[in-house]
């Protein structure tokens, strides 16, 4: 079964770092593209970074280019989201989704990692 799991969510003092992980199971990650998300309370979920299946091509949301890095490792079957320099606005439960490219519907979602920018 489709499997999606986030983890290394946390507190962080703003300009500080944290590295996320989206660890995939139930399917073979280098077929598919992994895009994280962001949904901050009130707001509406936003897509923020995304990594491509064929060439690892990558894509980033304006407001976090510069500051994010997103990287696969297929043998791992598992995509991090490097986020440094981070905001009190990056405040928000990140989530990993998988589609079969990034600007395409995304069909499996995990649960989502808490992500808190706080002096």
């Known amino acids: 079964q489709v499997q999606l799991v986030e983890s290394g969510g946390g507190l962080v003092q703003p300009g500080g770092s944290l590295r996320l992980s989206c660890a995939a199971s139930?399917?073979?990650?280098?077929?598919?593209?992994i895009g994280w998300f962001r949904q901050a309370p009130g707001k509406e979920r936003e897509g923020v970074s995304c990594?491509?299946?064929?060439?690892?091509?990558?894509y980033y949301a304006d407001s976090v280019k510069g500051r994010f890095t997103i990287s696969r490792d297929n043998a791992k079957n598992t995509v991090y989201l490097q986020m440094n320099s981070l905001k009190f606005e990056d405040t928000a439960v990140y989530f990993c989704?998988?589609?079969?490219?990034?600007?395409?519907?995304?069909?499996?979602w995990g649960q989502g990692t808490q992500v808190t920018v706080s002096s």
């Open positions: 990594i491509s299946s064929s060439d690892g091509s990558t």
């Open positions: 139930g399917f073979t990650l280098d077929y598919y593209a």
């Open positions: 989704a998988r589609s079969k490219y990034c600007r395409y519907d995304y069909d499996y």
